[in-house]
Protein backbone atom coordinates (compact mmCIF):
# COMPACT_ATOMS: atom_id res chain seq x y z
CA UNK A 1 0.00 0.00 0.00
CA UNK A 2 1.13 3.55 -1.11
CA UNK A 3 1.93 5.72 1.67
CA UNK A 4 0.25 9.37 2.31
CA UNK A 5 3.35 11.22 1.24
CA UNK A 6 4.13 9.16 -1.97
CA UNK A 7 0.77 9.63 -3.70
CA UNK A 8 1.66 13.52 -3.52
CA UNK A 9 5.24 12.61 -4.44
CA UNK A 10 4.25 10.71 -7.35
CA UNK A 11 2.11 13.84 -8.54
CA UNK A 12 4.53 16.03 -8.17
CA UNK A 13 6.74 14.00 -10.24
CA UNK A 14 4.00 14.81 -13.37
CA UNK A 15 5.03 18.56 -12.56
CA UNK A 16 8.75 18.22 -12.81
CA UNK A 17 8.75 16.04 -16.28
CA UNK A 18 6.21 18.06 -18.27
CA UNK A 19 8.85 21.28 -17.02
CA UNK A 20 11.42 19.87 -18.76
CA UNK A 21 9.43 19.92 -21.71
CA UNK A 22 8.62 23.82 -21.38
CA UNK A 23 10.56 27.32 -20.74
CA UNK A 24 8.55 28.19 -17.83
CA UNK A 25 9.57 30.44 -14.78
CA UNK A 26 10.82 29.10 -11.62
CA UNK A 27 7.74 30.90 -9.91
CA UNK A 28 5.58 28.73 -12.08
CA UNK A 29 6.61 25.83 -10.50
CA UNK A 30 6.69 27.13 -7.00
CA UNK A 31 3.32 27.78 -7.24
CA UNK A 32 2.02 25.20 -8.45
CA UNK A 33 4.26 22.31 -5.86
CA UNK A 34 1.61 23.91 -2.88
CA UNK A 35 -1.93 23.78 -2.47
CA UNK A 36 -3.12 26.73 -1.47
CA UNK A 37 -5.38 25.95 1.37
CA UNK A 38 -6.32 22.57 2.85
CA UNK A 39 -8.96 23.17 5.84
CA UNK A 40 -9.72 19.87 7.90
CA UNK A 41 -12.75 19.68 10.09
CA UNK A 42 -14.75 17.21 12.47
CA UNK A 43 -18.54 16.55 11.33
CA UNK A 44 -20.63 15.83 14.17
CA UNK A 45 -24.06 13.97 13.42
CA UNK A 46 -26.61 12.24 15.12
CA UNK A 47 -26.97 8.63 14.49
CA UNK A 48 -30.15 6.95 14.49
CA UNK A 49 -29.80 4.90 17.92
CA UNK A 50 -29.63 8.92 19.06
CA UNK A 51 -25.79 8.44 20.01
CA UNK A 52 -22.94 11.14 18.10
CA UNK A 53 -20.72 10.30 15.97
CA UNK A 54 -17.82 12.32 14.72
CA UNK A 55 -16.07 11.83 10.83
CA UNK A 56 -13.12 13.79 9.41
CA UNK A 57 -13.47 16.34 6.78
CA UNK A 58 -11.49 18.53 4.11
CA UNK A 59 -11.57 20.47 1.61
CA UNK A 60 -8.32 21.40 -0.44
CA UNK A 61 -8.47 24.43 -2.90
CA UNK A 62 -5.18 23.63 -4.88
CA UNK A 63 -4.80 26.43 -7.17
CA UNK A 64 -7.46 29.22 -8.43
CA UNK A 65 -5.69 31.26 -11.03
CA UNK A 66 -7.96 30.03 -13.75
CA UNK A 67 -10.71 30.58 -11.66
CA UNK A 68 -12.76 28.84 -8.96
CA UNK A 69 -11.53 25.75 -7.80
CA UNK A 70 -13.41 22.56 -8.73
CA UNK A 71 -13.84 19.05 -7.96
CA UNK A 72 -15.66 16.21 -6.42
CA UNK A 73 -16.70 15.14 -2.69
CA UNK A 74 -15.78 11.16 -1.97
CA UNK A 75 -16.84 9.30 1.12
CA UNK A 76 -14.40 6.50 1.49
CA UNK A 77 -12.70 5.06 4.94
CA UNK A 78 -9.54 5.62 3.40
CA UNK A 79 -9.90 9.09 2.59
CA UNK A 80 -6.90 10.97 3.97
CA UNK A 81 -5.46 14.94 3.52
CA UNK A 82 -2.60 13.57 1.26
CA UNK A 83 -5.15 11.94 -1.51
CA UNK A 84 -7.59 14.69 -1.02
CA UNK A 85 -4.85 17.60 -1.98
CA UNK A 86 -3.27 15.04 -4.80
CA UNK A 87 -6.52 14.73 -6.54
CA UNK A 88 -6.79 18.33 -6.37
CA UNK A 89 -3.47 18.31 -7.77
CA UNK A 90 -4.74 16.58 -10.69
CA UNK A 91 -7.99 18.46 -10.87
CA UNK A 92 -6.08 22.09 -11.51
CA UNK A 93 -3.99 20.01 -14.10
CA UNK A 94 -7.46 18.48 -15.73
CA UNK A 95 -9.67 21.95 -15.99
CA UNK A 96 -6.51 23.42 -17.71
CA UNK A 97 -6.14 20.75 -19.87
CA UNK A 98 -9.61 21.17 -21.13
CA UNK A 99 -9.43 24.88 -20.84
CA UNK A 100 -12.12 25.31 -18.57
CA UNK A 101 -11.86 28.18 -16.43
CA UNK A 102 -11.32 26.51 -13.39
CA UNK A 103 -8.80 26.00 -10.70
CA UNK A 104 -8.46 22.44 -8.65
CA UNK A 105 -10.23 21.34 -5.74
CA UNK A 106 -11.23 18.22 -3.55
CA UNK A 107 -13.27 17.48 -0.55
CA UNK A 108 -13.45 14.03 1.17
CA UNK A 109 -15.14 12.67 4.46
CA UNK A 110 -13.53 9.39 6.16
CA UNK A 111 -16.40 7.35 6.60
CA UNK A 112 -17.81 4.29 4.44
CA UNK A 113 -21.40 5.22 3.11
CA UNK A 114 -22.39 1.41 3.79
CA UNK A 115 -22.51 1.21 7.18
CA UNK A 116 -24.63 4.61 7.36
CA UNK A 117 -28.61 4.52 6.92
CA UNK A 118 -29.86 7.15 4.29
CA UNK A 119 -31.01 9.79 7.35
CA UNK A 120 -27.31 9.57 8.68
CA UNK A 121 -25.98 10.16 4.97
CA UNK A 122 -27.91 12.84 4.75
CA UNK A 123 -26.78 14.37 8.45
CA UNK A 124 -23.66 13.98 7.27
CA UNK A 125 -23.67 15.77 3.89
CA UNK A 126 -25.41 18.11 5.20
CA UNK A 127 -23.13 18.88 8.48
CA UNK A 128 -20.06 18.55 5.79
CA UNK A 129 -21.55 22.28 3.70
CA UNK A 130 -22.51 23.79 7.06
CA UNK A 131 -18.70 23.56 7.99
CA UNK A 132 -17.57 24.65 4.57
CA UNK A 133 -20.00 27.03 3.84
CA UNK A 134 -17.48 29.75 4.19
CA UNK A 135 -15.16 28.09 1.48
CA UNK A 136 -17.57 26.84 -1.00
CA UNK A 137 -19.50 29.26 -3.70
CA UNK A 138 -20.59 29.63 -7.10
CA UNK A 139 -17.29 31.73 -7.95
CA UNK A 140 -14.92 30.63 -5.13
CA UNK A 141 -15.16 26.78 -4.84
CA UNK A 142 -17.48 24.23 -6.70
CA UNK A 143 -17.80 20.72 -5.45
CA UNK A 144 -19.30 18.18 -7.72
CA UNK A 145 -19.57 13.82 -7.15
CA UNK A 146 -16.56 11.46 -6.59
CA UNK A 147 -16.32 8.39 -5.25
CA UNK A 148 -19.75 7.51 -3.53
CA UNK A 149 -21.06 10.19 -3.46
CA UNK A 150 -24.49 10.47 -6.11
CA UNK A 151 -26.65 13.48 -7.43
CA UNK A 152 -29.20 12.81 -4.30
CA UNK A 153 -26.11 13.28 -1.61
CA UNK A 154 -25.47 17.00 -4.27
CA UNK A 155 -29.72 17.74 -3.76
CA UNK A 156 -28.77 17.87 0.17
CA UNK A 157 -25.76 19.54 -0.30
CA UNK A 158 -26.86 22.35 -2.36
CA UNK A 159 -30.38 22.69 -0.86
CA UNK A 160 -28.20 23.00 3.12
CA UNK A 161 -25.87 25.70 1.06
CA UNK A 162 -29.11 27.74 -0.47
CA UNK A 163 -30.93 27.58 3.32
CA UNK A 164 -27.89 28.93 5.02
CA UNK A 165 -26.96 31.91 2.49
CA UNK A 166 -31.15 32.21 2.46
CA UNK A 167 -31.63 32.07 -1.61
CA UNK A 168 -31.50 29.77 -4.04
CA UNK A 169 -27.65 28.78 -5.63
CA UNK A 170 -27.59 25.96 -7.79
CA UNK A 171 -24.86 27.25 -9.39
CA UNK A 172 -22.96 25.93 -6.10
CA UNK A 173 -22.79 22.39 -6.30
CA UNK A 174 -22.67 20.44 -9.70
CA UNK A 175 -24.06 16.53 -10.47
CA UNK A 176 -27.03 17.91 -8.88
CA UNK A 177 -30.62 15.66 -9.83
CA UNK A 178 -32.37 17.36 -12.97
CA UNK A 179 -34.73 17.94 -11.40
CA UNK A 180 -32.88 20.40 -8.89
CA UNK A 181 -30.81 21.96 -11.94
CA UNK A 182 -28.40 19.35 -12.59
CA UNK A 183 -27.68 19.17 -16.44
CA UNK A 184 -28.24 16.32 -18.85
CA UNK A 185 -25.70 14.28 -19.78
CA UNK A 186 -23.96 14.78 -16.50
CA UNK A 187 -24.58 10.82 -15.68
CA UNK A 188 -22.24 9.62 -18.37
CA UNK A 189 -20.33 12.35 -18.87
CA UNK A 190 -16.75 10.72 -17.65
CA UNK A 191 -17.57 7.79 -19.95
CA UNK A 192 -18.84 9.52 -22.70
CA UNK A 193 -15.62 11.80 -22.88
CA UNK A 194 -13.27 8.70 -22.38
CA UNK A 195 -15.28 6.81 -25.34
CA UNK A 196 -15.23 9.90 -27.59
CA UNK A 197 -11.42 10.51 -27.52
CA UNK A 198 -10.89 6.78 -28.20
CA UNK A 199 -13.06 6.80 -31.20
CA UNK A 200 -11.67 10.22 -32.64
CA UNK A 201 -8.14 8.54 -32.03
CA UNK A 202 -8.68 5.23 -33.06
CA UNK A 203 -7.09 5.14 -36.29
CA UNK A 204 -3.77 6.56 -34.43
CA UNK A 205 -3.87 3.94 -31.61
CA UNK A 206 -4.33 0.93 -34.23
CA UNK A 207 -7.68 0.13 -32.86
CA UNK A 208 -10.41 -1.38 -35.08
CA UNK A 209 -13.38 -1.63 -35.99
CA UNK A 210 -14.65 -4.30 -33.20
CA UNK A 211 -12.77 -3.91 -30.18
CA UNK A 212 -12.19 -6.29 -27.30
CA UNK A 213 -12.49 -4.08 -23.97
CA UNK A 214 -11.46 -4.43 -20.05
CA UNK A 215 -13.03 -2.52 -17.80
CA UNK A 216 -11.00 -2.64 -13.87
CA UNK A 217 -13.61 -0.99 -11.69
CA UNK A 218 -17.86 -1.23 -12.71
CA UNK A 219 -19.19 1.85 -11.00
CA UNK A 220 -21.03 4.47 -12.88
CA UNK A 221 -17.97 4.94 -15.22
CA UNK A 222 -17.05 1.75 -15.81
CA UNK A 223 -20.91 0.87 -16.19
CA UNK A 224 -21.16 3.61 -18.65
CA UNK A 225 -18.16 3.35 -20.72
CA UNK A 226 -19.14 -0.75 -21.07
CA UNK A 227 -22.44 0.36 -22.43
CA UNK A 228 -21.26 3.13 -24.97
CA UNK A 229 -18.71 0.38 -26.06
CA UNK A 230 -21.24 -2.67 -26.43
CA UNK A 231 -23.54 0.21 -28.28
CA UNK A 232 -20.79 0.91 -31.05
CA UNK A 233 -19.81 -2.90 -31.90
CA UNK A 234 -17.28 -3.43 -29.70
CA UNK A 235 -17.27 -6.90 -26.79
CA UNK A 236 -16.56 -5.80 -23.44
CA UNK A 237 -14.90 -9.54 -22.04
CA UNK A 238 -13.91 -9.03 -18.63
CA UNK A 239 -15.30 -6.90 -15.52
CA UNK A 240 -14.29 -6.59 -12.27
CA UNK A 241 -15.33 -4.85 -9.11
CA UNK A 242 -14.58 -5.33 -5.52
CA UNK A 243 -15.98 -8.36 -5.00
CA UNK A 244 -14.45 -10.51 -8.02
CA UNK A 245 -14.35 -10.36 -11.79
CA UNK A 246 -16.01 -12.18 -15.08
CA UNK A 247 -14.66 -13.21 -18.23
CA UNK A 248 -16.26 -13.85 -21.77
CA UNK A 249 -14.43 -14.19 -24.83
CA UNK A 250 -17.22 -14.26 -27.05
CA UNK A 251 -18.51 -10.70 -25.00
CA UNK A 252 -20.37 -10.41 -21.55
CA UNK A 253 -23.88 -9.06 -21.22
CA UNK A 254 -23.45 -5.71 -20.01
CA UNK A 255 -27.30 -5.14 -19.09
CA UNK A 256 -26.86 -8.52 -16.93
CA UNK A 257 -23.83 -7.00 -15.50
CA UNK A 258 -25.56 -3.85 -14.72
CA UNK A 259 -28.80 -5.48 -13.03
CA UNK A 260 -26.90 -7.57 -10.66
CA UNK A 261 -24.81 -4.48 -9.23
CA UNK A 262 -28.27 -2.47 -9.50
CA UNK A 263 -29.77 -5.01 -7.21
CA UNK A 264 -27.08 -4.36 -4.54
CA UNK A 265 -24.87 -7.15 -6.08
CA UNK A 266 -21.36 -7.67 -7.56
CA UNK A 267 -20.38 -8.61 -10.88
CA UNK A 268 -19.37 -12.20 -9.62
CA UNK A 269 -23.53 -13.10 -9.06
CA UNK A 270 -23.67 -13.35 -12.84
CA UNK A 271 -21.70 -16.40 -13.16
CA UNK A 272 -23.05 -19.09 -15.35
CA UNK A 273 -24.85 -16.90 -17.38
CA UNK A 274 -24.50 -16.83 -21.11
CA UNK A 275 -20.65 -17.91 -20.71
CA UNK A 276 -19.81 -15.64 -18.25
CA UNK A 277 -17.64 -17.39 -15.97
CA UNK A 278 -15.29 -16.46 -12.62
CA UNK A 279 -12.25 -14.49 -12.85
CA UNK A 280 -10.28 -14.01 -10.25
CA UNK A 281 -10.28 -9.92 -10.07
CA UNK A 282 -5.56 -9.51 -9.67
CA UNK A 283 -5.98 -11.20 -13.31
CA UNK A 284 -8.05 -9.04 -14.74
CA UNK A 285 -4.66 -7.07 -16.13
CA UNK A 286 -3.70 -10.40 -17.90
CA UNK A 287 -7.00 -11.07 -19.81
CA UNK A 288 -6.37 -10.25 -24.05
CA UNK A 289 -7.95 -7.38 -25.00
CA UNK A 290 -7.35 -3.87 -27.69
CA UNK A 291 -8.31 -1.35 -24.83
CA UNK A 292 -7.94 -1.99 -20.98
CA UNK A 293 -10.51 1.02 -18.93
CA UNK A 294 -9.22 1.42 -15.15
CA UNK A 295 -12.26 2.90 -13.51
CA UNK A 296 -11.92 2.19 -10.03
CA UNK A 297 -9.43 3.62 -7.73
CA UNK A 298 -5.86 5.35 -7.22
CA UNK A 299 -2.79 2.72 -8.04
CA UNK A 300 -4.72 -0.05 -9.11
CA UNK A 301 -1.69 -1.14 -11.89
CA UNK A 302 1.32 -1.17 -10.13
CA UNK A 303 5.22 -2.59 -11.29
CA UNK A 304 3.49 -6.43 -10.18
CA UNK A 305 0.77 -6.14 -12.62
CA UNK A 306 1.59 -3.61 -15.37
CA UNK A 307 3.95 -6.32 -17.14
CA UNK A 308 0.56 -8.51 -17.75
CA UNK A 309 -0.77 -6.02 -19.13
CA UNK A 310 -1.51 -7.07 -23.12
CA UNK A 311 -3.94 -4.27 -23.81
CA UNK A 312 -2.55 -1.74 -27.19
CA UNK A 313 -4.42 0.92 -25.23
CA UNK A 314 -4.98 2.31 -21.75
CA UNK A 315 -8.11 4.36 -21.10
CA UNK A 316 -7.89 6.15 -17.79
CA UNK A 317 -11.64 6.62 -16.25
CA UNK A 318 -10.03 6.68 -12.93
CA UNK A 319 -7.84 9.27 -11.11
CA UNK A 320 -4.55 7.82 -10.83
CA UNK A 321 -5.20 4.52 -11.39
CA UNK A 322 -1.38 4.04 -12.80
CA UNK A 323 2.34 4.29 -10.74
CA UNK A 324 5.11 6.13 -12.50
CA UNK A 325 6.49 2.40 -12.16
CA UNK A 326 3.75 0.87 -14.15
CA UNK A 327 4.20 4.37 -16.72
CA UNK A 328 7.52 2.96 -17.96
CA UNK A 329 6.77 -0.68 -17.70
CA UNK A 330 3.97 0.25 -19.95
CA UNK A 331 5.65 2.38 -22.33
CA UNK A 332 8.74 0.44 -22.40
CA UNK A 333 6.06 -2.51 -24.06
CA UNK A 334 4.54 -0.12 -26.30
CA UNK A 335 1.12 0.46 -24.40
CA UNK A 336 0.08 3.98 -24.99
CA UNK A 337 -1.78 5.45 -22.16
CA UNK A 338 -4.52 7.85 -22.83
CA UNK A 339 -4.33 9.97 -19.27
CA UNK A 340 -6.65 10.60 -16.71
CA UNK A 341 -6.42 14.22 -16.71
CA UNK A 342 -7.83 13.72 -19.94
CA UNK A 343 -9.70 10.58 -20.48
CA UNK A 344 -11.73 11.24 -17.99
CA UNK A 345 -12.22 14.57 -18.05
CA UNK A 346 -15.64 14.16 -19.79
CA UNK A 347 -16.84 14.63 -16.33
CA UNK A 348 -15.92 17.85 -15.43
CA UNK A 349 -16.53 19.52 -18.50
CA UNK A 350 -20.21 18.57 -18.34
CA UNK A 351 -20.14 20.02 -14.74
CA UNK A 352 -18.81 22.80 -16.03
CA UNK A 353 -21.71 22.92 -18.63
CA UNK A 354 -23.87 22.61 -15.92
CA UNK A 355 -22.48 25.29 -13.99
CA UNK A 356 -22.87 27.89 -16.55
CA UNK A 357 -26.37 26.83 -17.34
CA UNK A 358 -27.35 27.26 -13.64
CA UNK A 359 -25.72 30.71 -14.01
CA UNK A 360 -27.94 31.31 -17.45
CA UNK A 361 -30.81 29.83 -16.26
CA UNK A 362 -31.11 28.25 -19.31
CA UNK A 363 -30.94 24.52 -19.74
CA UNK A 364 -29.67 23.05 -23.00
CA UNK A 365 -31.34 19.94 -24.41
CA UNK A 366 -29.21 16.35 -24.38
CA UNK A 367 -28.05 16.13 -28.29
CA UNK A 368 -26.23 20.12 -27.09
CA UNK A 369 -24.34 18.78 -24.56
CA UNK A 370 -23.36 15.92 -26.28
CA UNK A 371 -21.96 18.23 -28.93
CA UNK A 372 -20.38 20.06 -26.66
CA UNK A 373 -18.55 17.65 -25.07
CA UNK A 374 -17.26 15.76 -28.39
CA UNK A 375 -15.48 18.97 -29.52
CA UNK A 376 -13.83 19.78 -26.53
CA UNK A 377 -12.72 15.96 -26.45
CA UNK A 378 -11.64 15.93 -29.71
CA UNK A 379 -10.03 19.40 -29.56
CA UNK A 380 -7.53 19.28 -26.60
CA UNK A 381 -6.93 14.92 -27.46
CA UNK A 382 -5.69 15.90 -31.00
CA UNK A 383 -3.69 18.77 -29.46
CA UNK A 384 -1.74 16.62 -27.24
CA UNK A 385 -1.73 14.36 -29.08
CA UNK A 386 0.09 16.28 -31.96
CA UNK A 387 2.53 17.67 -28.92
CA UNK A 388 2.98 13.52 -27.67
CA UNK A 389 4.15 13.27 -31.38
CA UNK A 390 5.89 16.32 -31.73
CA UNK A 391 8.42 16.19 -28.60
CA UNK A 392 8.37 12.38 -28.78
CA UNK A 393 7.03 12.03 -25.08
CA UNK A 394 3.95 9.81 -23.87
CA UNK A 395 0.34 11.32 -23.52
CA UNK A 396 0.39 11.63 -20.19
CA UNK A 397 3.32 14.27 -20.16
CA UNK A 398 2.09 15.41 -23.09
CA UNK A 399 -1.04 16.43 -21.43
CA UNK A 400 0.69 17.67 -18.34
CA UNK A 401 2.57 20.12 -21.23
CA UNK A 402 -0.65 20.70 -22.42
CA UNK A 403 -1.97 21.92 -18.92
CA UNK A 404 1.33 23.51 -17.72
CA UNK A 405 1.70 25.98 -20.85
CA UNK A 406 -1.76 27.17 -19.92
CA UNK A 407 -1.07 27.16 -15.92
CA UNK A 408 2.17 29.19 -16.90
CA UNK A 409 0.63 31.72 -19.15
CA UNK A 410 -2.40 32.64 -16.39
CA UNK A 411 0.53 32.47 -13.08
CA UNK A 412 2.86 34.91 -15.46
CA UNK A 413 0.54 37.22 -16.08
CA UNK A 414 0.52 38.50 -12.66
CA UNK A 415 4.48 38.87 -13.12
CA UNK A 416 7.76 36.90 -12.46
CA UNK A 417 10.25 37.65 -10.84
CA UNK A 418 12.16 38.62 -14.39
CA UNK A 419 9.30 41.28 -14.43
CA UNK A 420 9.73 42.73 -10.93
CA UNK A 421 13.71 43.02 -11.20
CA UNK A 422 13.99 44.13 -14.56
Excluded at 16 to 36: G, S, T
Excluded at 144 to 157: E, F, I, K, L
Excluded at 316 to 324: F, K, R, S, V, Y
Aim: glycine share 10%; hydrophobic share 40%.
Amino acid sequence: MMSDDSIFEHALQRLDEAAKHLNVDQDVIEKLKFPRETTKVRLMIRMDDGSRKSFVGWRCRYDDTRGPTKGGIRYHPDASSAEVETLAFWMTFKCAVMGLPYGGGKGAVQVNPRELSKAELERLSRAYIQAFARIIGPDRDIPAPDVYTNSMVMGWMADEYSQIVGQAEPAVITGKPIALGGSLGRGDATARGGYYLVRHLADELGLGQEMRVAVQGFGNAGQHIARLMVADGHRIVAVSDSHGAVASDAGLDVDKLIAAKDAGGSVVDTVGHDGHALLPAEELPGVGCDLFVPAALENMIDARNAPWLKAKVVLELANGPLTPEADQILAANGVVVLPDILANAGGVTVSYFEWVQNRHGYYWPLEEVHVRLRTIMEREGRAIWNISREKEIPMRTAAYVHALGRLAEAIEAHGTQAFFMS
